[in-house]
C-alpha cells in the first residue's frame, strides 16, 4: 500500500503565497494521477488540482490562476504553489493517488492553511 506525506502549510496573510509539498512512496510515482483536494471546517472535501502522468493538470474554477499543481517525478513529489491567498482558501489540504481501482487510491495526512485577513 502506498502512502502520501504532505508538508508546507502554514499561516500566512492574504495575498500571500505557500507552496505545499506530497512525497509519495509504495508506487510507481511516474504513470500516477496525483491530485490535491481540500476540506474547510464544516465543508464537504473538494478538488483542486489534478495532474496526469503526463503532466497535464486540472483545476477547481476557485484557483485557477492563482494555484499551479506540478510533479517531480525524480523526486516522487507532486507539488502545490498557492499565490494570492484568500482566507476562503483557508482548509486542510490533503494529496492524493487517484486510481480507478478503489485500493489503489490513498490519501495524505492533510497539512492546514490558514490564511488570515
Same mark, same amino acid.
Given at each position: 500500500?502506498? %502512502? &502520501?506525506?504532505?508538508?508546507?502549510?502554514? #499561516? /500566512?496573510?492574504?495575498?500571500? *503565497?505557500?507552496?505545499?509539498?506530497?512525497? !509519495?512512496?509504495?508506487?510507481?510515482?511516474?504513470?500516477?494521477?496525483?491530485?490535491?483536494?481540500? %476540506? &474547510?471546517?464544516?465543508?464537504?472535501?473538494? #478538488? /483542486?488540482?489534478?495532474?496526469? *502522468?503526463?503532466?497535464?493538470?486540472?483545476? !477547481?474554477?476557485?484557483?485557477?490562476?492563482?494555484?499551479?499543481?506540478?510533479?517531480?517525478?525524480?523526486?516522487?513529489?507532486?507539488?502545490?504553489?498557492?499565490?494570492?491567498?484568500?482566507?476562503?482558501?483557508?482548509?486542510?489540504?490533503?494529496?492524493?493517488?487517484?486510481?480507478?481501482?478503489?485500493?489503489?487510491?490513498?490519501?495524505?495526512?492533510?497539512?492546514?492553511?490558514?490564511?488570515?485577513?
Amino acid at each position: 500500500q502506498g %502512502q &502520501a506525506v504532505e508538508s508546507g502549510g502554514g #499561516l /500566512v496573510h492574504a495575498g500571500g *503565497s505557500l507552496r505545499l509539498s506530497c512525497v !509519495a512512496s509504495g508506487i510507481v510515482f511516474s504513470t500516477s494521477t496525483m491530485a490535491w483536494y481540500r %476540506q &474547510a471546517p464544516g465543508k464537504q472535501r473538494e #478538488l /483542486v488540482a489534478s495532474i496526469l *502522468s503526463g503532466s497535464a493538470t486540472n483545476y !477547481a474554477d476557485s484557483v485557477k490562476g492563482r494555484f499551479t499543481i506540478s510533479r517531480d517525478n525524480a523526486k516522487n513529489t507532486v507539488y502545490l504553489q498557492m499565490n494570492s491567498l484568500k482566507p476562503e482558501d483557508t482548509a486542510t489540504y490533503y494529496c492524493k493517488r487517484e486510481s480507478r481501482i478503489a485500493n489503489l487510491a490513498f490519501w495524505g495526512q492533510g497539512t492546514q492553511v490558514i490564511v488570515s485577513s
